[in-house]
């Protein structure tokens, strides 16, 4: 979350006076201490470990997630430790190389490089697999059968079919398989779990959950970037939402039975390209003022999003605009081939009763998560920081909040706390042979995904369509 959105956030939940004032406590950088009677517990659990031995990682696809999680080894020394990389790209192969002195001989070009040359062996003990999603299932399965334990990377495949074999695979491998789904090892949301479980708010009746996301990350990742294509990488209500959709079946703990769902894409289409706009931004627009999607602004000016171009440290404008040229991120948002639909809604039903509604907005001024879970007894309310309760029967309320990045140990921890909580727990599970160290095994998750088929199938043939678990 950017500093915008961050301020955005926490403008909504000033409106609520309690929590404003556990945020004053946390600028102060104290965590807030929750009144004597507040039920909210602040189950944020620490996030060093100690293992039995350093555990081996080798990773394919040393891009942004693959940096995410072996930054755990650099925070936590003797815990783990990157020993092989595979990555297509030179820079990224070197940069991981580099930084955890891995011989030459265990650079990798292409993931498959690295799978073979473990045919007589593994290479180490655990298999991070960071690939783009259509290269997940393959890395997974030949991983498997190589005798790797593995944190994949949401979504776990393209297809139903691929999460069906990745399962079944684990099953008759007995590898223990995470899953990249870290909102749920985020202390938000570990915190919402824990109150619904404790049974705050009764029984559940429904949940709307919204998610928010920012107009340039969309522009960057969903319309420009590598997610833009649901055929190169996977439909929207998986690439982004699955993460969602894992949240409200793991809050509701039931099947869901059926989905339906709305959404096109109205918008980052070729009609609506301005008069006389280039197919790159670079070719001189004569919008690029106005347009807040200039990849000049974006990219050279403001310097966001500037990962996949990977710019040498303290890069010159002009070193910047080439980069930019020899990259997809130059082009025109209504000149690109993407096809995710930029809003989304679907109406979920879980055997138990449950209804949920949840939408997706791809054209907002901030990315954030919105839920409410509304239950017999009470509700449940938040906007990813803090969150409140409120009891029916006597109107009363309480809040949770905390800023995680206080939190001793999280600083830096992307999502909440969730991405480097995650890594915490799956090494614990690998160390201990204890997958239930873990909350998002393939095991868990795979319901989440045929949801995300189910919606997406309905939104394609505008009918309502049974999720076949
Ligand atoms: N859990 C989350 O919240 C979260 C967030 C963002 C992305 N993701 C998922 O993580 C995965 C990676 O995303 P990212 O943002 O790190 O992307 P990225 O493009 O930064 O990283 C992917 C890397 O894989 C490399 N690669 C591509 N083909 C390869 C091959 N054949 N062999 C070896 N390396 C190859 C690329 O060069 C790149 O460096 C995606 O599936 C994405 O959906 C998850």
């Given at each position: 979350?950017?500093?915008?959105?961050?301020?955005?956030?926490?403008?909504?939940?000033?409106?609520?006076?309690?929590?404003?004032?556990?945020?004053?406590?946390?600028?102060?950088?104290?965590?807030?201490?929750?009144?004597?009677?507040?039920?909210?517990?602040?189950?944020?659990?620490?996030?060093?470990?100690?293992?039995?031995?350093?555990?081996?990682?080798?990773?394919?696809?040393?891009?942004?997630?693959?940096?995410?999680?072996?930054?755990?080894?650099?925070?936590?020394?003797?815990?783990?430790?990157?020993?092989?990389?595979?990555?297509?790209?030179?820079?990224?192969?070197?940069?991981?190389?580099?930084?955890?002195?891995?011989?030459?001989?265990?650079?990798?070009?292409?993931?498959?490089?690295?799978?073979?040359?473990?045919?007589?062996?593994?290479?180490?003990?655990?298999?991070?697999?960071?690939?783009?999603?259509?290269?997940?299932?393959?890395?997974?399965?030949?991983?498997?059968?190589?005798?790797?334990?593995?944190?994949?990377?949401?979504?776990?495949?393209?297809?139903?079919?691929?999460?069906?074999?990745?399962?079944?695979?684990?099953?008759?491998?007995?590898?223990?398989?995470?899953?990249?789904?870290?909102l749920?090892?985020?202390?938000?949301?570990?915190?919402?779990?824990?109150?619904?479980?404790?049974?705050?708010?009764?029984?559940?009746?429904?949940?709307?959950h919204t998610e928010l996301v920012d107009?340039?990350?969309?522009?960057?990742?969903?319309?420009?970037?590598?997610?833009?294509?649901?055929?190169?990488?996977?439909?929207m209500i998986?690439?982004k939402c699955?993460h969602d959709l894992?949240i409200i079946?793991?809050?509701?703990?039931?099947?869901?039975?059926?989905?339906?769902?709305?959404?096109?894409?109205?918008?980052?289409?070729?009609?609506?390209?301005?008069?006389?706009?280039?197919?790159?931004?670079?070719?001189?627009?004569?919008?690029?003022?106005?347009?807040?999607?200039?990849?000049?602004?974006?990219?050279?000016?403001?310097?966001?999003?500037?990962?996949?171009?990977?710019?040498?440290?303290?890069?010159?404008?002009?070193?910047?605009?080439?980069?930019?040229?020899?990259?997809?991120?130059?082009?025109?948002?209504?000149?690109?081939?993407?096809?995710?639909?930029?809003q989304y809604?679907?109406?979920?039903?879980?055997?138990?009763?449950?209804?949920?509604?949840f939408s997706y907005e791809a054209?907002s001024?901030?990315g954030q998560r919105r839920t409410?879970?509304?239950?017999?007894?009470?509700?449940?309310?938040?906007?990813g920081?803090?969150?409140?309760?409120?009891?029916?029967?006597?109107?009363?309320?309480?809040?949770?909040?905390?800023?995680?990045?206080?939190?001793?140990?999280?600083?830096?921890?992307?999502?909440?706390?969730?991405?480097?909580?995650?890594?915490?727990?799956?090494?614990?599970?690998?160390?201990?042979?204890?997958?239930?160290?873990?909350?998002?095994?393939?095991?868990?998750?795979?319901?989440?995904?045929?949801?995300?088929?189910?919606?997406?199938?309905?939104?394609?043939?505008?009918?309502?369509?049974?999720?076949?678990?």
């Amino acid at each position: 979350m950017n500093r915008r959105e961050f301020m955005m956030n926490t403008a909504f939940l000033a409106a609520m006076p309690t929590v404003a004032a556990a945020q004053q406590a946390a600028t102060a950088n104290k965590p807030p201490v929750p009144p004597d009677d507040n039920p909210l517990r602040y189950p944020v659990k620490p996030l060093a470990i100690k293992t039995s031995r350093e555990l081996t990682v080798a990773v394919v696809g040393a891009g942004s997630r693959g940096n995410v999680y072996p930054a755990y080894g650099k925070k936590f020394p003797g815990t783990m430790k990157v020993v092989a990389v595979a990555d297509i790209n030179p820079y990224r192969r070197d940069r991981m190389g580099d930084q955890w002195g891995i011989p030459a001989e265990r650079r990798f070009n292409d993931y498959r490089d690295l799978l073979k040359a473990g045919e007589n062996g593994k290479l180490a003990d655990i298999l991070l697999v960071t690939l783009p999603d259509h290269l997940h299932y393959d890395a997974a399965m030949k991983g498997m059968d190589q005798g790797y334990d593995m944190l994949v990377e949401k979504p776990m495949a393209q297809t139903e079919k691929e999460c069906r074999d990745l399962l079944a695979k684990q099953r008759e491998t007995g590898r223990i398989v995470g899953l990249g789904h870290v909102l749920r090892y985020a202390p938000y949301y570990v915190a919402m779990k824990s109150a619904i479980d404790r049974g705050l708010i009764g029984e559940i009746m429904s949940i709307q959950h919204t998610e928010l996301v920012d107009k340039i990350h969309t522009s960057h990742s969903y319309v420009r970037g590598n997610w833009r294509n649901s055929k190169i990488a996977t439909p929207m209500i998986l690439s982004k939402c699955c993460h969602d959709l894992d949240i409200i079946r793991w809050f509701i703990g039931k099947r869901c039975t059926h989905a339906s769902a709305e959404g096109e894409q109205r918008y980052f289409i070729a009609k609506n390209r301005p008069e006389g706009a280039p197919a790159r931004c670079t070719d001189g627009c004569p919008h690029e003022k106005n347009c807040p999607y200039s990849s000049i602004r974006i990219y050279v000016k403001n310097r966001s999003w500037t990962a996949p171009l990977d710019p040498p440290p303290n890069a010159t404008e002009e070193q910047m605009m080439e980069k930019l040229r020899a990259s997809p991120y130059c082009r025109c948002v209504f000149a690109c081939d993407n096809d995710q639909p930029e809003q989304y809604a679907a109406a979920l039903r879980f055997e138990n009763g449950v209804s949920v509604a949840f939408s997706y907005e791809a054209l907002s001024p901030v990315g954030q998560r919105r839920t409410r879970v509304i239950g017999t007894k009470g509700m449940l309310e938040g906007g990813g920081i803090g969150f409140r309760f409120t009891e029916l029967a006597t109107g009363k309320y309480w809040d949770w909040n905390m800023k995680v990045q206080d939190v001793p140990g999280y600083e830096l921890s992307g999502h909440g706390g969730g991405d480097l909580r995650l890594m915490r727990d799956f090494l614990v599970a690998v160390d201990t042979r204890d997958p239930s160290a873990l909350t998002s095994t393939l095991e868990a998750s795979i319901e989440s995904h045929l949801i995300g088929f189910a919606c997406e199938e309905s939104r394609l043939t505008g009918r309502k369509v049974a999720v076949r678990v």
